[in-house]
Every structure is written in structure tokens, then in C-alpha cells.
């Protein structure tokens, strides 16, 4: 019985392991990402200053989820 408890607890903290450094941050850089491409178009006219806004965006979006410092 003992070493069906150790494996249960072991399949949960590996999800939470998967969850925690795989799954999520994948979710939130895809997240961050649309959310950039969502407000760069309304604001410069220039293909350069889009992109800059694009990066500064998505770093700043980053940062604000805790994935970058």
C-alpha cells in the first residue's frame, strides 16, 4: 500500500513539474504574443517601429507573467 502513496505523490509532482516549467510558459509566451500583435498595428505607421513595439511589448508582457527578468 506504502508504494502505491510514493507513486501517486511521485506522478503529481512531476504534472506539477510539467505544468509548472513546460506547459505554462508556453501558454503565457503565446499569450503575450497575440496580445503584442493585437495593439502594435494602432499605434506606429513604420514597419521598424512596429516591430520595436512588438519586442518591447512582448519582453515587458514577459516580465509582468515573471518569465524574464
Known sequence: MRKYYIIITAVIILSFLF???????????????????????????NDKERQQFLDDYY???LRRFGLER
Do not use: Q, T
Open 59 to 61: 519582453k515587458n508582457c
Open 19 to 45: 505544468y509548472w516549467y513546460s506547459y505554462r510558459p508556453s501558454k503565457i509566451r503565446s499569450a503575450c504574443l497575440a496580445e503584442a500583435e493585437f495593439n502594435r498595428f494602432n499605434i506606429y505607421a
